[in-house]
């Protein structure tokens, strides 16, 4: 049973590549795809590219061309939610697309046919939480952001929202959380991937797990130091967690 794991950014994916026993790169759709084993699962890597249309594409390649039976996301995000700072890491319980809105004719924030949360797999994201935990157990003191002194980084487990925008202001990090609270939508992170794969493995069947480390707080600030973090505390923190994941499956 072929596993997927998707990012954004190849930053986002750790030494995953090196990692891979017996690699094959395939060429396909303006993308490049890894193919190999890891832990005894067949695997297929991918960068998705930014931004939904992307992730879409890339996702409908995966189960199209390669026939992947189970798709991972890892990357970054923005944390919006109370408690959320940066450096945690936040798994998906859930998703919406916060920039969705086929209103008068649909309630805002709807999909189409899908509803306004899709859900992500629950068996998957209970071994994903399992394997992000353990990863800030055993290598938190290589992953912090900050000084010595900041708090640990915790994991949460909920709600996270996609859309085609960087939130990259206090003003609207703050009316988008509000908003979507009003709403009784609590998002605790946002990105612009994750619903965009969600929604594709929806319509293929296919279960789908995604974990995000906060790299900003969706804030005036939130592209500060960014290809440091996504370097030394982003990447190695998704490599240990999928690395956990595939020995927990």
Same mark, same amino acid.
């Given at each position: 049973?072929?596993?997927?794991?998707?990012?954004?950014?190849?930053?986002?994916?750790?030494?995953?590549?090196?990692?891979?026993?017996?690699?094959?790169?395939?060429?396909?759709?303006?993308?490049?795809?890894?193919?190999?084993?890891?832990?005894?699962?067949?695997?297929?890597?991918?960068?998705? !590219?930014? /931004?939904?249309?992307?992730?879409?594409?890339?996702?409908?390649?995966?189960?199209?061309?390669?026939?992947?039976?189970?798709?991972?996301?890892?990357?970054?995000? !923005?944390? *919006?939610?109370? /408690? *959320?700072?940066? !450096?945690?890491? *936040?798994?998906?319980?859930?998703?919406?697309?916060?920039?969705?809105?086929?209103?008068?004719?649909?309630?805002?924030?709807?999909?189409?046919?899908?509803?306004?949360?899709? #859900?992500?797999?629950?068996?998957?994201?209970?071994?994903?939480?399992?394997? #992000?935990?353990?990863?800030?157990?055993?290598?938190? /003191?290589?992953?912090?952001?900050?000084?010595?002194?900041?708090? #640990?980084?915790?994991?949460?487990?909920?709600?996270?929202?996609s859309g085609d925008r960087f939130v990259s202001t206090a003003a609207e990090s703050q009316?988008?959380?509000?908003?979507?609270?009003?709403? !009784?939508?609590?998002?605790?992170?946002?990105?612009?991937?994750?619903?965009?794969?969600?929604?594709?493995?929806?319509?293929?069947?296919?279960?789908?797990?995604?974990?995000?480390?906060?790299?900003?707080?969706?804030?005036?600030?939130?592209?500060?130091?960014?290809?440091?973090?996504?370097?030394? *505390?982003?990447?190695?923190?998704?490599?240990?967690?999928?690395?956990?994941?595939?020995?927990?499956?």
């Amino acid at each position: 049973m072929t596993i997927a794991i998707l990012s954004a950014l190849p930053e986002e994916q750790g030494g995953l590549v090196q990692a891979l026993e017996a690699p094959e790169r395939i060429e396909h759709a303006c993308r490049s795809f890894w193919r190999g084993r890891l832990y005894g699962h067949d695997l297929v890597l991918a960068l998705s !590219g930014i /931004g939904k249309v992307a992730a879409a594409s890339t996702a409908a390649t995966l189960a199209e061309r390669f026939g992947v039976r189970r798709m991972l996301f890892t990357g970054v995000a !923005g944390g *919006v939610g109370q /408690g *959320v700072r940066i !450096g945690d890491t *936040v798994v998906a319980s859930e998703y919406l697309q916060h920039d969705m809105d086929a209103s008068p004719i649909f309630p805002r924030w709807e999909v189409p046919g899908h509803g306004t949360r899709l #859900a992500c797999d629950r068996q998957l994201t209970a071994i994903l939480s399992e394997a #992000a935990n353990r990863a800030l157990t055993t290598t938190e /003191g290589s992953f912090s952001p900050e000084s010595a002194a900041a708090p #640990a980084a915790r994991m949460h487990c909920g709600l996270m929202a996609s859309g085609d925008r960087f939130v990259s202001t206090a003003a609207e990090s703050q009316r988008l959380r509000g908003e979507l609270l009003a709403a !009784g939508h609590d998002v605790l992170a946002v990105e612009m991937e994750g619903a965009a794969v969600a929604q594709v493995c929806r319509d293929h069947g296919l279960p789908f797990a995604a974990v995000r480390t906060i790299s900003d707080r969706a804030d005036d600030s939130a592209h500060v130091d960014f290809p440091h973090f996504i370097r030394h *505390v982003a990447g190695p923190r998704a490599d240990a967690i999928v690395h956990g994941f595939l020995r927990l499956l």
